[in-house]
């Protein structure tokens, strides 16, 4: 059983801004489960599209990995020979626990684990790149860089998965949709302190976007084709193609 997320159930004389810290990365699959509606469906998902899209001799990349749960979907799933995972974070207490839990499955396909600003990784022969809730944690003015960066990383055909939290163009539909996810939260019982706590230390920290301003990022990175495959509530995830032929 996943260690209970109980980092908010007290009150916090002195909200920080959100960091993945050592208690952070302890309680985190509960943590996950319990706030990312279909967290669990995008994840598994991941994994089928590796085993479509992941391309034979080359390499694929997990930007902002965590504790490694899309990196291990896709080596579960890949099928093409002489492929490597490359997966980056730049927590450490996340980083050491990711390469403990990969180290603990047994599969053909090597993981290599970074410690590293995505922002200083180059991307090189990729057939597959997962920014899953990610992009969502960097500057504003970084997020295209680094989808510059995967468009020329990648292979032709290869494929980006960009999962985030997001916005709404409709403030309407965004209020209800937020509403809904509390909901969600509350139903797998989190109190309203722990909530409004977590939100307040995030908020500085989660700048979201709109769908559309995913999309209009990912054409201008060069992306030929991008839709969303998959969202509950305020959350989703796009999936970007790269055109021409696969090698």
């Given at each position: 059983?996943?260690?209970?997320?109980?980092?908010f159930?007290?009150?916090?004389?002195?909200?920080?801004?959100?960091?993945?810290?050592?208690?952070?990365?302890?309680?985190?699959?509960?943590?996950?489960?319990?706030s990312?509606?279909?967290?669990?469906?995008?994840?598994?998902?991941?994994?089928?599209?590796?085993?479509?899209f992941?391309?034979?001799?080359?390499?694929?990349?997990?930007?902002?990995?965590?504790?490694?749960a899309?990196?291990?979907?896709?080596?579960?799933?890949?099928?093409?020979?002489?492929?490597?995972?490359?997966?980056?974070?730049?927590?450490?207490?996340?980083?050491?626990?990711?390469?403990?839990?990969?180290?603990?499955?047994r599969?053909?396909?090597?993981?290599?684990?970074?410690?590293?600003?995505?922002?200083?990784?180059?991307?090189?022969?990729?057939?597959?790149?997962?920014?899953?809730?990610?992009?969502q944690?960097?500057?504003?003015?970084?997020?295209?860089r680094?989808?510059?960066?995967?468009?020329?990383?990648?292979?032709?055909?290869?494929?980006?998965?960009?999962?985030?939290?997001?916005?709404?163009?409709?403030?309407?539909?965004?209020e209800?949709?937020?509403?809904?996810?509390?909901?969600?939260?509350?139903?797998?019982?989190?109190?309203?302190?722990?909530?409004?706590?977590?939100?307040?230390?995030?908020?500085?920290?989660?700048?979201?976007?709109?769908?559309?301003?995913?999309?209009?990022?990912?054409?201008?990175?060069?992306?030929?084709?991008?839709?969303?495959?998959?969202?509950?509530?305020?959350?989703?995830?796009?999936?970007?193609?790269?055109?021409?032929?696969?090698?």
């Amino acid at each position: 059983m996943p260690n209970r997320d109980t980092l908010f159930s007290a009150p916090i004389a002195k909200l920080g801004d959100w960091t993945f810290d050592e208690h952070v990365a302890e309680v985190f699959p509960d943590m996950i489960q319990r706030s990312v509606p279909g967290y669990s469906n995008i994840i598994s998902m991941i994994g089928m599209l590796a085993e479509r899209f992941v391309q034979p001799n080359s390499q694929v990349y997990d930007l902002g990995c965590s504790l490694g749960a899309a990196t291990l979907s896709m080596r579960r799933n890949i099928t093409a020979p002489g492929c490597r995972i490359i997966a980056v974070d730049n927590s450490p207490a996340m980083v050491e626990r990711c390469r403990r839990h990969i180290e603990s499955f047994r599969a053909d396909t090597p993981v290599e684990v970074i410690e590293s600003d995505i922002l200083d990784i180059t991307l090189e022969n990729a057939s597959m790149v997962v920014l899953n809730f990610t992009l969502q944690f960097l500057a504003p003015d970084d997020r295209q860089r680094v989808l510059n960066q995967v468009y020329q990383g990648l292979r032709p055909g290869g494929a980006l998965v960009l999962s985030e939290k997001l916005s709404f163009e409709d403030a309407d539909v965004g209020e209800l949709l937020f509403n809904m996810h509390h909901d969600f939260k509350r139903a797998n019982g989190y109190s309203e302190l722990e909530i409004s706590q977590k939100r307040s230390m995030l908020e500085n920290v989660m700048l979201t976007d709109s769908v559309e301003t995913h999309k209009a990022r990912l054409r201008m990175a060069g992306f030929e084709h991008a839709e969303t495959w998959f969202q509950c509530f305020n959350f989703g995830s796009l999936i970007a193609l790269k055109g021409g032929e696969t090698a």
